[in-house]
């Protein structure tokens, strides 16, 4: 559970945004300045509730911090040649989308060593390249492909609007249609009653 | 990927690359353009077309420029030779636009510099360093100062406009200056080497303002 003791042993609890709760260390939550700046003095109660991101990232985050423990204070951007094996593997096993949420979270919680280390990972995606090669990197949508999403919109808008004017004919026909069997009624039974009338009469 | 990334991030990624790799970027999308001026912002005050080394400097009032990209055509110099052949991937290229004119040029990279050469056909030569040069304006945020360095050696290859703000210049011969400052205005100054030639008392080189003559003599 949750305890504002400093002591390393102490475990905390950190909720996802899919509502799970798993164990980080006092002394990993502890590299995460916006931790220290809301919790570590004045204590948790329950988990600590990190649901903008999901389980995976912050389980990611969590793991690097607790590699991290014992490393010395950061003191700027290391050079990437200067990682260990195992930040290498770490960054490796990381694809794109992971790298992004990563980011997002580290620089949440304010963890300046993971943030630099990611970042400097991306720069090395993009150095050298050429513009076509950086829109592939960054994921960005090249003029055809832009071309050929506003032509599906458009043809989406068609769609639409072909639906939106077969509704309005059928809610007008529906209308006529509502109408007619109410004329028709009355007409019938005033014709069957007149009938009945002159039977009567008739008779 | 990047432009989704926080605002601090999208720096420190930004701080990790260089001129060239910004300029590149900046010409992906609109939204890479600003992240582009945004960053650069007061980092740099005026570009230069530099033709002694052919590319296209970024500078900082009181330093000297840095390198952001070179051009070179199939215009025979034995400088590209060794271009040309220091490249084996000829797959990559850009293309820019200057006066309606489509400019494909194909990308390789200097060996020593690092900075990417811009290779266009022979007829765009003098184009290209305008259309280059607009574009660096643009991206990193720069007021379009036209600064050139040349020699008069190289007049073949000056760049296409009529109007230069600043310009620094050598020459050998009078008569070519004095045909060149006819053609081209020089709106602000002009720093010129003169060699030995020797200036008549009516000749249009000193009706320049702000201009700076050196001369061994």
Redesign the interface.
């Known amino acids: 559970m949750t305890s504002p003791a400093s002591s390393s042993e102490v475990k905390y609890l950190i909720e996802s945004s899919e509502g799970n709760t798993f164990d980080v260390s006092g002394a990993a939550l502890r590299q995460s300045n916006t931790f220290n700046a809301m919790f570590l003095n004045i204590g948790a109660d329950g988990p600590i509730p990190f649901t903008d991101y999901n389980e995976a990232t912050l389980k990611k985050v969590f793991e690097y911090c607790e590699h991290s423990v014992n490393e010395e204070n950061y003191s700027g951007p290391k050079h990437q040649d200067d990682l260990s094996k195992w930040d290498l593997n770490f960054f490796n096993e990381m694809d794109?989308k992971m790298?992004?949420d990563v980011?997002?979270a580290s620089?949440f919680l304010d963890i300046e060593r993971l943030?630099?280390y990611?970042?400097?990972r991306?720069?090395?995606m993009?150095?050298?390249?050429?513009?076509?090669?950086?829109?592939k990197?960054?994921?960005?949508p090249t003029a055809e492909e832009l071309e050929a999403k506003q032509k599906v919109e458009e043809k989406k808008a068609a769609a639409a609007k072909k639906v939106a004017e077969k509704a309005a004919e059928t809610a007008e026909k529906t209308e006529t249609l509502e109408e007619l069997p109410v004329q028709q009624l009355v007409q019938t039974t005033r014709n069957k009653l007149t009938r009945k009338y002159l039977s009567f009469s008739n008779e | 990927m990047l432009l989704k990334l926080p605002y601090l991030a999208q720096f420190t990624i930004l701080k990790h690359l260089e001129l060239h790799d910004h300029f590149f970027l900046g010409l992906c999308s609109k939204r890479a353009r600003n992240l582009i001026k945004c960053f650069s912002r007061n980092k740099n005050d005026s570009s230069v077309i530099n033709l002694y080394s052919f590319s296209i400097q970024l500078q900082k009032t009181g330093f000297l420029g840095k390198d952001v990209v070179m051009w070179a055509s199939c215009y025979y110099r034995p400088e590209n030779e060794t271009l040309y052949r220091s490249n084996t991937n000829w797959n990559r290229s850009i293309i820019f636009w200057y006066k309606d004119k489509k400019i494909k040029c194909k990308i390789s990279f200097h060996s020593t510099k690092g900075i990417p050469i811009l290779w266009c056909k022979d007829k765009y030569k003098r184009m290209l360093p305008m259309a280059i040069y607009h574009s660096i304006c643009e991206i990193f945020s720069i007021s379009p100062i036209i600064q050139i360095k040349f020699d008069m050696s190289r007049l073949s290859e000056f760049p296409d406009t009529n109007e230069i703000d600043n310009v620094i210049t050598g020459c050998r011969d009078k008569d070519q200056i004095e045909e060149f400052l006819k053609n081209v205005i020089i709106r602000n100054a002009t720093q010129l080497w003169l060699g030995s030639c020797q200036l008549s008392v009516d000749s249009v080189i000193l009706s320049l303002e702000h201009a700076l003559f050196w001369s061994p003599k």
Do not use: D, P
Not at chain 1, 126 to 135: C, F, V, Y
Not at chain 1, 137 to 140: A, E, G, P, R
């Open positions: 794109q790298f992004i980011i997002n620089n943030t630099s990611c970042c400097e991306i720069a090395r993009l150095r050298g390249k050429n513009t076509q090669e950086m829109i990197v960054i994921t960005l």
